[in-house]
């Protein structure tokens, strides 16, 4: 995947947003809706798992999970969605993150059609997200046991992860050049939950961003004892100085089984800490 690229998926899936719902003040959605576009994979995932599947109308070419999304009709690319192939399915409601062209956005809204902006930066946000979701399509009942689902497993790992002694962690999500997750991310959420400290997330930090560019005179300075890669693994951390890093010595270089667990803050986002947490502590 080229670096480019990468910098858009990251984008996209809700990583450097703020923020849960926005729509057009102007335009009333008409509740329950029954014909959904859904313009984010994780939104996508939620509507599913609150069973409010059947009232998606379409879907972007990405959205994968659960193996029904990929039989729904296609609205194009996350983040460079059709405008026609919108407008053809005749929603009457489009969720979306973010779009790399808020032409799109604006469009629609001229043609009257209610669009929402959903934005996830933590799981309190998630759960906001579910629960405005489950309003929207009549499926309250259901969005309320998934977020008591999610808080009362994000409850047992904190307090698993509170008798453990924290580990150090840097989190890379690419190599040329080296970013990882930042104090601003909500995977330091994730990883601070799981019994993680993130050697990006003090509290002078001059790397607050979500994924800021990382010199390895740093990480060599703060010396992790755990390296967790995401989207893609590489020999970085094999040259110079960086090889006598806690992490490469002790063999604690590990790439995420699943990073979509972790990159889409979704209903499966629980299942990223979980592991997240066995990775950390049991590994």
């Known amino acids: 995947m080229k670096f ?17 719902a926005s729509t057009d003040p102007v335009l009333n959605i008409k509740k329950p809706v029954t014909r ?24 972007t070419n990405d959205c994968d999970y659960p193996i029904e999304a990929q039989r729904k009709d296609k609205t194009g690319p996350f983040g460079t969605p059709s405008l026609e192939r919108i407008v053809f399915f005749k929603p009457d409601l489009v969720i979306y993150s973010d779009v ?3 032409s799109v956005i604006a469009q629609l809204r001229s043609l009257k059609i209610p669009v929402v902006q959903m934005n ?23 969005a309320l046991q998934l977020t ?28 040329t050049p080296l970013m990882a997750v930042g104090k601003d991310s909500y995977l330091n959420e994730m990883i601070t939950f799981a019994g993680g400290k993130n050697i990006l997330a003090k509290e002078t930090s001059t790397f607050s961003m979500a994924y800021p560019t990382v010199p390895d005179e740093m990480i060599i300075a703060d010396n992790p004892q755990m390296i ?16 006598k890093l806690s992490a490469v010595q002790n063999q604690k270089i590990i790439f995420f089984p699943n990073p979509d667990l972790l990159l889409r803050p979704g209903p499966r986002l629980i299942e990223g800490l979980e592991l ?7 590994k």
């Open 4 to 20: 480019k690229k990468f910098l858009l998926y990251i984008c996209l899936l809700g990583v450097l947003f703020t923020g849960c």
């Open 36 to 59: 959904i576009v859904s313009l984010a994979p994780n939104l996508t995932e939620i509507i599913y798992a609150i069973g409010a599947g059947d009232k998606l109308a379409a879907v």
């Open 100 to 102: 790399s062209d808020l």
């Open 120 to 142: 996830v930066s933590n799981l309190a946000e998630l759960e906001g997200t579910i629960a405005y979701l489950g309003d929207l399509t009549g499926k309250k009942g259901q």
């Open 148 to 175: 008591l689902n999610i808080n009362r497993r994000t409850q047992a790992v904190q307090k698993k992860a509170g008798r453990q002694k924290a580990v150090t962690v840097l989190m890379p999500v690419w190599d």
């Open 228 to 243: 967790i890669f995401l989207k893609k693994y590489s020999n970085y951390f094999q040259k110079g100085e960086l090889a």
């Open 276 to 282: 997240l947490y066995q990775i950390l502590h049991e």
